[in-house]
Each structure stands twice: as C-alpha cells, then as structure tokens.
C-alpha cells in the first residue's frame, strides 16, 4: 500500500523560502512509479503543476513563474524535496506530492489522479 507523506508548510513573508518535503512508502521494489511531482492548488482555481522528477528523465518545471525560484530534488529514494525561495503571495495554495508511473501528460495526471497523492500541505505568502 502507497502512501505520502508531505511536510514543511507554514506561512511566510513574500520573499520568504520554504522546502516541502515528500516521502513515499510502500513503493516496493521495480517499482513502475517513477516520477514524484509537487502540484499546487490556489483557493478557486484548478490544480496545476509545479515540478516533477522523474527517474529517467529529469526534471520538468511546469510553472514558468517558478523556474528561477524552485527547486525540485532528490532526497532520498522515493523522496524529494521542493526548495521555494522568493516566495509571493501568488504562490499561496494547497501544495500536493504525488508518485505515478513515466510517460504521461501532466494534465493527465491531475484530471484523473493518477498514481498515489498525498494530504496536501498548506503554504500561506503575504
């Protein structure tokens, strides 16, 4: 059984920095699971994508607004981190990890959840 577990939200100033954290569990070994992503959902509006990591292929940032301002990381296996700095109130919203297989739109993967997501995480800019 997958799950995800994501810590390091809060509140902070514009112009502040926060690293998210994620970590999977109960992935098993070959497993087919090998992009783990952060996604973002502000008060009103769709969820979008922020970065993913995906074994194989790297990195890809799906927000323009956070190439220069966030990093996304191994932290371990089946764990990443996403490193915020220069954060702006634009940025607040529900922050989620998700683990899911290689291959697919990004779109694809928020419209129909696929993969393992976790609870979300709180970040508040003002």
């Known amino acids: 059984h997958v799950q995800l577990v994501e810590s390091g939200g809060g509140s902070v100033q514009a112009g502040g920095s926060l690293t998210l954290s994620c970590a999977a569990s109960g992935t098993g070994d070959g497993s087919e699971l090998k992009c783990m992503a952060w996604f973002r959902q502000a008060p009103g509006k769709e969820r979008e994508g922020v970065a993913a990591k995906c074994t194989g292929v790297g990195v890809t940032y799906n927000d323009d607004s956070v190439k220069d301002r966030f990093t996304i990381e191994d932290n371990a296996n089946y764990a990443v981190d996403l490193q915020m700095n220069s954060l702006k109130p634009e940025d607040t919203g529900m922050y989620y990890c998700?683990?899911?297989?290689?291959?697919?739109?990004?779109?694809?993967?928020?419209?129909?959840?696929?993969?393992?997501w976790g609870q979300g995480t709180q970040v508040t800019v003002s």
């Open positions: 998700a683990i899911y297989p290689r291959g697919l739109e990004i779109q694809t993967v928020i419209a129909r959840r696929v993969g393992y």
